[in-house]
């Protein structure tokens, strides 16, 4: 690790959050990538592939739930972790400070609704043609 | 009784142009206050300063007026250029990023990248003369504070590919359409329509619907800023002494670690005083009471700090210097279109004056895009973080006065050192290290600091320490400093 780097070293391979188990904290990628996988009876569906500046488990600032998926690290990352009560207590101060998160979790949702048309819509087509 | 008049105004030195003027500025003040003057489509924005306060600011302005859909012209005035090593580009700062602040930045999309991170902290050594100890990042172990290099590193320094992080931040504001004019700023005044004309020795004349000063607590410009209506008074200040000492990386790396190394010594008048590790340097800030030579030399000559050098000898300084800080903010730091931030406002009391730049800095952008430019919005939207910071600040003094009892009295060391020992030995709870770790990283506000010592747990915990830590045992001598 270099002098000047920030956050906390993580290797290829390493579990930064685990599906199901809970946490409190926010997570900003420095360097390298990661991988958001879940997993459903056991079969392994990658969600996302997260890269410098990019965060991840917001959602435990907001809720109390366990998380809602695995984050593996793809190459060599530094990784910065955000404290809920940081976060919470500067936001009371300056709501605006959540803008950034809403519009990242803003932007999430519409490529979800994306992904969810673009499978429904190959069901919808998939089943036409069986009918046909 | 018009001759009268005449008369006094002439014994005024007021001219028949300038009681116009007034009387037609008060009249379009008014109107304004009434009306409310808010940032319109087109208006022109500077920003005088441009360190961490200014570009933060043109960097929140710009940001939230491009949430609402408005266009802001936006020109910064700063005439050092911070890729200039020694005093032409040095901004007269220790160079910490708070714990507190790292965060804030990254969720606000702001990452400090390794080219301007000299080196990233993760634990403190509190030295005393009854001994050392170490103070670790609670509880995650990660490197979250930065030390920097506000210039380009002192005069003498080799290029080491490190960036400076004012450049850093100016360099931000200009992807988000910030111009950066590098022109002296040495005068301002109000035009009759009540915009603020910018003035400098170039002849530099340029009108803004709004001025932010951003010059910190060193500029001359203050006093004309002063002079412009209702900005009375001025922050009051404390000199400080910080210099650079060039030991090259290896002897950093291993004399100092990744550690800030603070000092808490019986030296009459000193406040505060901690010693950075930075690429090929060590940069020590030193806080106290009319600071001068003599109290530097006894800082310099304690063994606590000497024990840290390579045969306990200083290498002579690469460079110094006696800047001022302010300890107690503007208490009216805004006008008509005029607003302070960072120190020449309000800042945080000893520490985290970059964490003081982005809270005021932010405030007060957020303040003028959606709430207006008048005095009456400043005093509205942009003075509650600054009282939250002043009143917060008051209370910093009187953990600092009690904090001199630390420094005073060698039994209550003595129970200070054996009580964070003991801590940073185990897993659990760890609340006076937490409460040493937040009054030096400036993470915590010192309403939360105060509050915690007050705990009866606290003080329990404290007053055993101070019985077994003085307790006499045979042979008992003082701890030797903790390795690094």
Redesign the interface.
Known sequence: MRSGELGGTYQPGDVVVREGESDDRMFVIQKGRVEVVSDRDGSETRLAVLGEGDFFGEMALFEHSTRAATVRVLEPARILTIDKRTFLRRVQKDPSLAFNLVKAMSARLRRLDDELARVKAQIASGGESRVG | MHSSVTGLRSSLGLTERDRLRRTFYRLARAEDSRAGIELEHGDRVGIVGGGPAGSLFATFLLR?AD?IDLEVEVDVYEARRFDHKGPAGCNHCGGIVSE?L???L????V??P???????IDSYMLHMDVGSVRIETPP?????I?AVYRGNGPRASEDSG?DSFDRFLQNRAVDLGARIRRRLVSGLDRQLDGRIRLRGPDGLDETYDLVAIASGINSHLLDRVRRLDSLEDVPEVLRTFICEFPLG?TQV?ERLG?SMHVFLLDIPRLEFAALIPK?DYATLCMLGHEIDEELVQALLDAPEMRRLFPGASLPPLACHCFPRINVRGSSRPYADRVVLVGDAGVTRLYKDGIGGAY?TA??AA?AAVLHGISAESFAEHYAP?CR?IDRDNAIGKVIFRFSHLFQRWRFVRRGLLRMIAREQQRNGARPMSGVMWDMFTG?APYREILLRTLRPAFVRSLLWNLVAGNAPRPGRREPNPEPL
């Open positions: 939230m949430t507190f790292v965060q804030l990254s969720i606000e999309g990452n400090l390794p080219s301007i991170v000299q080196r990233g995650t172990h990660e490197r979250r930065a490190f990386r790396r990744n690429g809270r932010k405030a957020n973080a939250t993470s």
